[in-house]
């Protein structure tokens, strides 16, 4: 089992900044890939970043403005938010799986954390 706790959310005007964790407990190793999804009201839950041992991927509407890492030392993801817009507004999730095929499909995924709220202001 894995467990996923989701730390940085909050209120930000846009064009501002924030930084989401996301630290992990229990069987995990460098070998998971871990990644980030956000689901606005109403909507489905979409992709946003996801890293692995093979590379990173984006979601066409965050290239360039936010980058994913991660700390394997601490068993943390980062997800760094840079020039936020009011579409960014979302509860953003953290995500783990084994393995990196589709890693860009959400019901791939084993392991979810609950969730930290981003809301942007405009």
């Known amino acids: 089992q894995v467990q996923l706790v989701e730390s940085g959310g909050g209120l930000v005007q846009a064009g501002g900044s924030l930084r989401l964790s996301c630290a992990a407990s229990g069987r995990t190793d460098s070998n998971y890939a871990m990644a980030w999804f956000r689901q606005a009201g109403g909507k489905e839950r979409e992709f946003v970043a996801a890293?692995?041992?093979?590379?990173?991927n984006y979601a066409d509407s965050v290239k360039g403005r936010f980058t994913i890492s991660r700390d394997n030392a601490k068993n943390t993801v980062y997800l760094q938010m840079n020039s936020l817009k009011p579409e960014d507004t979302a509860v953003y999730y953290c995500?783990?799986?084994?393995?990196?095929?589709?890693?860009?499909?959400?019901?791939?995924?084993?392991?979810w954390g609950q969730g930290t709220q981003v809301t942007v202001s405009s």
């Open positions: 995500a783990a799986k084994g393995g990196i095929t589709r890693m860009i499909i959400a019901r791939a995924y084993d392991y």
């Open positions: 890293i692995s041992w093979s590379g990173v």
